[in-house]
């Protein structure tokens, strides 16, 4: 991989000709690995989404971009637009980093409706000569071409005290006539947690203070914060840095989670169960959430993770955005389920049945790279089963099940590019309830596994070869009844 300099990293693409950029999206576009029907960066860096928001007919999606490479340098706001969160228009730039409160960043942030209009309140970074940081957060309200108008001057500056300037991610909501952002934050003795600031016109904001949880020494900066109600109870999701990995929990570089409970926006307490990951798989970050056109919370998340090296890095680009999924609180836990529109992009259904045993049967020949995949386990008195997708020769991700301890495994040892580049190929969970389904949702580089209805999810990037298209499952012994449903996937952006 190439080592970029922090000159290089800072580089602003108005810093460079157009014939250069057209020559990296030449570069970019020539990838194997590019896309089908997930958000990419048109070149370089994507990460965080940012400002996800239904407003006025539309759906917004905004996420972090460093254009010229796929390192984390200067960031920009990239946006599109959406009438059902599947196809998307490209709006191009939305924040860029141009005043002296955001000169080196224009860092995460949400969208909210005031008066009517689409406002945009973010985290803009400055460095000084000591590289020293200061955390500015601003705001910046939709004009009628459809273009963002930063206020002159930040809405906050600086840290509160007690607090280091790694202050940054306000997520911005109204409740009872107020309007309430939190923030992640850092305390000054390198622990992580979150902070609530309150406003009656969004311009002047006044700290309220810590919002007290249980969690006190819980890493050393949490990321991303989101607070919201949902089902009648409060949730905080948040990605916390720094937590020691506790048997299957915890072992990608940085976590994603949530805990549920109910908050005192008064007492700034509250009272909650255990933190929960979000995602079992190998690239899950910073996801966002939002109410959809219905009032559904939809929740979108960066399929990468920082600090973390991808094969398409050397291509001039890297990461995408997850799917959308629907939210709800069921036995105590969030489940996620592919919003239901996902359904327009099916076509050519195919069906199958049969029994897979110990020797490895190809109940089909589902051949392809961009599919939804449904496999509805029937009857099952296997002790263990494999399911093999994105099957080559050479390469092969395994799903792999144990019916006796339930638990399921994601396993990328030989998944491609991609198992060069981490220490641990598996990721694993044990299940409350047996498998009884998994859809999988194949795009040309990544894999996104919904376990028993939205049990949990297994979100992951793969790099295998061209010939990386087939299908296959079998058992350690014993037999199990399947039932398989594929769809293509046909997308046009």
Same mark, same amino acid.
């Not at 020559?23 to 860096?45: A, C, D, M, Y």
């Not at 939305?94 to 909210?112: C, E, I, M, N």
């Not at 996801?287 to 056109?293: A, I, M, R, V, Y």
């Not at 009857?379 to 050479?394: G, P, W």
């Given at each position: 991989?190439?080592n ?37 960066? %048109?070149?370089?860096l994507?990460?965080?989404?940012n400002?996800?928001?239904? /407003? ?5 999606i905004?996420h972090q ?22 196809h998307?228009?490209? %709006?191009?730039?939305a ?8 000169? /080196?960043?224009?860092?995460?942030g949400?969208?909210? @409706?005031y008066?009517g ?12 000569s000591e590289?020293e ?13 459809? =273009?963002?108008?930063k206020?002159?001057?930040?809405v906050?500056?600086? =840290? ?7 202050f940054?991610?306000?997520?911005? *909501?109204e409740?009872?006539?107020k ?5 992640g ?11 609530v600031?309150?406003?009656e016109?969004i311009?002047? *904001?006044?700290?309220?203070g810590?919002?007290?949880t249980?969690?006190n ?5 949490w990321e ?9 109870q @409060? ?28 908050v ?7 009272? /909650? ?14 996801p966002?959430?939002f ?10 998340? *960066? ?11 050397d291509e001039g *680009?890297?990461?995408?955005l ?5 939210l709800?609180?069921?036995?105590n &836990?969030?489940?996620?389920r592919p ?18 045993n110990?020797?490895?049967? &190809?109940l089909?020949?589902?051949e392809g790279k ?11 008195? #296997? ?23 339930k &638990? ?12 060069? #580049? ?21 795009d ?6 919904f ?5 949990c ?21 014993g037999?199990?009844?399947?039932k ?7 997308f046009?952006?």
């Amino acid at each position: 991989m190439v080592n970029w300099t922090r000159e290089e990293r800072y580089t602003k693409l108005s810093d460079i000709t157009e014939e250069e950029y057209l020559e990296l999206q030449e570069k970019v576009n020539q990838s194997e690995w590019r896309q089908i029907f997930h958000i990419q960066p %048109k070149t370089g860096l994507l990460n965080d989404p940012n400002g996800l928001i239904y /407003h006025n007919g539309k759906y917004h999606i905004f996420h972090q971009w460093y254009p010229l490479g796929a390192v984390h340098g200067i960031k920009y706001w990239y946006h599109y637009i959406s009438d059902d969160l599947i196809h998307f228009e490209d %709006k191009g730039i939305a924040l860029a980093p141009d005043t002296s409160y955001d000169s /080196h960043g224009v860092y995460s942030g949400s969208g909210f @409706d005031y008066n009517g209009k689409l406002y945009l309140m973010y985290t803009g970074n400055v460095r000084d000569s000591e590289w020293e940081r200061t955390s500015n957060q601003m705001i910046a309200v939709e004009q009628e071409d459809g =273009s963002f108008k930063k206020l002159e001057k930040p809405v906050i500056e600086s =840290s509160p005290e007690g607090y280091t300037e790694h202050f940054r991610d306000p997520k911005v *909501w109204e409740q009872n006539g107020k309007y309430y952002a939190i923030f992640g934050v850092q305390r000054e003795d390198e622990t992580g947690t979150v902070i609530v600031y309150e406003s009656e016109d969004i311009k002047n *904001w006044n700290f309220k203070g810590e919002l007290k949880t249980e969690l006190n020494e819980f890493g050393f900066m949490w990321e991303c914060p989101d607070l919201f109600e949902l089902d009648g109870q @409060d949730v905080l999701v948040f990605s916390p840095q720094g937590i020691e990995a506790v048997d299957d929990r915890f072992e990608n570089i940085y976590q994603s989670g949530y805990i549920i409970g109910n908050v005192n926006l008064e007492e700034l307490t509250m009272e /909650h169960g255990q933190f929960k990951e979000l995602d079992q798989g190998f690239d899950f970050y910073a996801p966002q959430t939002f109410l959809d056109k219905d009032g559904k919370r939809i929740l979108i998340g *960066w399929m990468g993770l920082p600090e973390i090296d991808y094969a398409t890095d050397d291509e001039g *680009w890297a990461h995408c955005l997850t799917l959308p999924r629907e939210l709800t609180i069921e036995n105590n &836990k969030l489940k996620q389920r592919p919003i239901k529109a996902l359904e327009k992009l099916r076509s050519n259904e195919e069906t199958a049945e049969g029994y897979a045993n110990k020797h490895s049967v &190809k109940l089909h020949p589902y051949e392809g790279k961009q599919y939804e995949l449904i496999i509805d386990i029937l009857d099952n008195d #296997a002790t263990e089963i494999y399911f093999e997708v994105r099957v080559s020769k050479k390469c092969s991700t395994q799903i792999i099940y144990n019916t006796k301890t339930k &638990k399921l495994t994601l396993d990328r040892f030989e998944s491609g590019v991609v198992s060069e #580049a981490v220490e641990k190929a598996t990721r694993s969970t044990v299940l409350d309830n047996e498998l009884n389904q998994l859809r999988i949702y194949s795009d040309t580089s990544s894999l996104e596994i919904f376990v028993n209805d939205g049990e949990c999810v297994f979100t992951s990037r793969i790099f295998p070869d061209n010939d990386a298209v087939n299908f296959r499952t079998s058992t350690e012994s014993g037999q199990v009844y399947l039932k398989f449903t594929k769809y293509d996937i046909e997308f046009n952006k």
